[in-house]
């Protein structure tokens, strides 16, 4: 018998091309249906909170700034509290939660596990390490000179701190232009533990008030949104955006393997390279926006890829989508819960994350072996 | 047209230890090459370098008479493709999107519709259309091993529209295969060279690379000791040598194929046991 090169029989390549088909239909209708759950939360999202306004009160008043209803809509009250506390929040909010998703698909893709996470590699604990010096040492520092520290430094701080400890990583794990990834685990974890006893420090050396903002700060909030915070963030995270396009075939032929990757045609280390920049951006940024918020990450690309499957050209650009969700959601429930006061975002998506996290280690045998 | 591939010289350490010590070998389009030798001769690493997956430290490989560490991994995609022993997969891909990565590399020039039928053909070739919605995960070593066959066809097909002469480089590609299995794969292989490709396979099995090379090349502690048609460079004094058994060695009418059947070991470990095989 002999099956050399030859047309497949039509039947057989009929039946795959239905099967593709299919497939892409499906996927399809879940952009579409997670499209139209975001919508919704927006809506949700604009009128929830201690000032309850109606979603289709909402709709008016964004219709009527779209210049699309009767603009005396927009002198109201409502119309300031949608416009510009809600709104940017709201965009902070889908931002942070759309960079995160995808840094933490990224990472999963990048170590071909998908337990891995920015949290995981210590970039988190390196943005919240600076976060903490910030906030304890720069006051004191300040204090000396007779000035106040301003808030804009934490960002700055955060986000210096997430691209140090990534660098720091890269440097580690690299050797003669190759990325162990088991190094770069391994390196990550201890990274993010000699981070977490520095912060640990920060928090035994400093005063009550510091150690009140630390607490907050460290349990994550959307509270401190503007429209200048957001267009501080949006330049940051947009680059992710734009790269992964780019990133996805890569990260794709990445999963059987590096070297199988560079029989393929990727420029694997470049495509890492890329990879660990993204991640390292776009975690320090939104640490930087919105304190440290665990485990968007790792539920969201987990469950997109449970709906539409592991190709990344869907994965990623679905992530930011789900993340957005998620965090806009997140932080409905925050607002919500105990109002008129608000939680921490931080520890709704713990609640969320931590349990399905627990829930994805037992049957962790079933999505990966490595 | 001379040989699309030629290795000048190879020689490759890690530490101290020369896996590979002197290679020289050149491949010809329309031949399919077999290279064997006993574990840890360095097969494996002169597949690695002559696919530019390692750098020689000695030595150069040039494939259309470029060297591979100035060719684009693009380039090389087009150029080449590998299938590897490593089988290991991360995620839950289908084996029909896996086959399809072979296009991530080299696809870009392909529409929707030609990529499916190129995919739809490489897996039929390899006997595994059926599994096409099965998770890969889930498959069985040997077909797992298939699907892997077919992701390189893949990328062979969807090359070659970029490239005028190929490479196909197959480390032991049938290891977990069953004997109809390893004997359809290899004839796919046969026929992608007499397409015009020119194919090396890594083999464990002598009789198998007896039947199927056009040019046989032996390797023993990182050199390679013998290179050419099979029935010329194949005899008693090699093999003790190389593979330290002791081998009835015969030829099979009509074509006077060599035929060789494994009498006893010479390694000297353990107590030394005669290996009849039935009916020998």
């Known amino acids: 018998m002999s099956l050399a090169i030859k047309p497949a029989a039509p039947s057989g390549v009929e039946a795959l091309a239905r099967l593709a088909a299919g497939r892409r239909q499906r996927n399809l209708v879940t952009v579409l249906v997670l499209a139209g759950f975001c919508l919704l939360l927006l809506l949700l999202s604009l009128g929830a909170g201690a000032f309850a306004i109606a979603p289709g009160r909402v709709a008016e008043i964004l219709l009527a700034k779209l210049g699309l209803a009767p603009q005396a809509l927009l002198d109201g009250r409502e119309a300031l509290v949608v416009l510009n506390i809600r709104m940017p929040r709201l965009l902070l909010g889908a931002l942070v939660g759309a960079a995160l998703a995808i840094s933490g698909a990224l990472m999963q893709g990048l170590f071909r596990n998908p337990l891995a996470d920015p949290g995981l590699v210590g970039v988190s604990a390196g943005a919240g390490l600076a976060a903490a010096a910030t906030i304890v040492l720069g006051d004191r520092l300040l204090a000396g000179m007779a000035l106040k520290l301003p808030f804009a430094a934490l960002p700055f701080g955060a986000f210096f701190g997430g691209l140090v400890s990534t660098l720091a990583l890269y440097l580690i794990a690299t050797r003669n232009g190759r990325t162990s990834v088991a190094t770069m685990l391994l390196a990550g974890v201890a990274l993010g533990a000699l981070a977490g006893s520095l912060t640990g420090l920060l928090a035994y050396l400093s005063d009550d008030r510091q150690l009140r903002d630390l607490t907050f700060w460290s349990m994550g909030s959307l509270g401190g949104a503007s429209w200048t915070k957001l267009s501080a963030v949006a330049p940051i995270v947009l680059p992710l955006v734009i790269a992964v396009p780019f990133l996805a075939r890569g990260l794709n032929a990445l999963m059987l393997g590096e070297a199988e990757a560079y029989h393929l045609g990727i420029p694997v280390q470049r495509i890492k390279a890329i990879a660990i920049v993204l991640v390292a951006l776009s975690v320090g940024a939104s640490v930087a926006a919105a304190g440290v918020i665990g485990f968007v990450g790792i539920v969201v690309p987990h469950l997109i890829r449970l709906s539409v499957g592991p190709d990344h050209r869907l994965l990623l650009p679905l992530s930011a989508l789900g993340g957005a969700a998620l965090l806009v959601g997140a932080d409905i429930v925050a607002r919500l819960v105990v109002a008129p006061a608000e939680l921490p975002i931080g520890i709704v998506t713990a609640f969320i994350g931590a349990p399905f996290f627990l829930w994805l280690l037992l049957r962790r045998g079933r999505i990966a072996e490595i | ?280």
């Open chain 2, 1 to 280: 047209m001379g040989a699309i591939l030629e290795a000048r010289d190879l020689a490759f350490s890690v530490r101290g230890a020369a896996l590979v010590r002197s290679a020289s070998l050149a491949l010809e389009t329309g031949q399919m090459t077999i290279v064997v030798g006993p574990n840890g001769a360095g097969k494996s690493t002169l597949l690695k370098l002559l696919t530019g997956e390692i750098a020689p430290s000695r030595g150069e490989v040039r494939l259309e008479g470029e060297p591979l560490s100035a060719t684009p991994a693009w380039q090389l995609a087009c150029r080449r493709a590998v299938m590897v022993q490593n089988q290991k997969l991360a995620f839950p891909f289908s084996v029909y999107e896996v086959a399809r990565l072979g296009l991530e590399g080299v696809g870009r020039a392909q529409g929707r519709a030609q990529k499916d039928a190129i995919v739809a053909r490489a897996l039929d070739t390899a006997g595994v259309i059926g599994l096409a919605e099965r998770q890969y995960q889930t498959l069985s070593g040997g077909e797992q091993q298939r699907v892997q066959f077919a992701r390189a066809l893949c990328q062979l097909e969807a090359g070659r529209s970029l490239a005028q002469r190929q490479v196909l480089f197959l480390d032991e590609p049938i290891a977990s295969l069953d004997l109809c299995h390893q004997l359809s794969l290899l004839d796919a292989a046969r026929e992608i060279a007499a397409q015009g490709a020119a194919v090396l396979v890594v083999l464990h099995d002598l009789n198998l690379a007896v039947t199927y090379a056009d040019r046989l090349v032996v390797m023993h502690e990182g050199a390679i000791v013998a290179q050419g048609e099979p029935s010329a460079i194949l005899d008693d004094e090699l093999l003790r040598g190389v593979f330290r058994v002791s081998l009835s060695f015969s030829r099979l009418p009509p074509a006077g194929q060599p035929f060789l059947l494994p009498q006893q070991h010479l390694s000297g470990l353990g107590s030394v046991v005669p290996m009849r095989a039935a009916g020998g």
